[in-house]
């Protein structure tokens, strides 16, 4: 079984940076693709950015430019920079392994303006 614990969260100003980790362990056969999503309040979780087995990241339009989604795979970790950081950024981040479905327990981001 997968498991995933995310860190890094916390309160920071609009116009800062923070840098989430996720790390994996447990029964991987292959650190293959990891993905962020987040969720604010009172909103559906949405996707964030992903990385694939083989280095390819696919972000959401509304982090473009921003944000930058990384991995070690000798860590089995995966990693989310996130600068110039807006208000509307706040919410939950949650890490995600799609091979397994598994999901962290997410990490908290507020973005005061």
């Known amino acids: 079984q997968v498991q995933l614990v995310e860190s890094g969260g916390g309160l920071v100003q609009a116009g800062e940076s923070l840098r989430l980790s996720c790390a994996a362990s447990?029964?991987?056969?292959?650190?293959?693709?990891m993905a962020w999503y987040r969720q604010a309040p009172g909103k559906q979780r949405e996707f964030v950015a992903l990385?694939?087995?083989?280095?390819?990241?696919i972000y959401a339009e509304s982090v473009k430019g921003r944000f930058t989604i990384s991995r070690d795979n000798a860590k089995n970790t995966v990693y989310l920079q996130m600068n110039s950081l807006k208000a509307e950024d706040t919410a939950v981040y949650y890490c995600?392994?799609?091979?397994?479905?598994?999901w962290g327990q997410g990490t908290q981001v507020t973005v005061s303006s």
């Open positions: 995600n392994h799609p091979a397994t479905g598994r």
């Open positions: 447990g029964n991987m056969r292959s650190f293959n693709g």
């Open positions: 990385i694939n087995s083989g280095g390819t990241t």
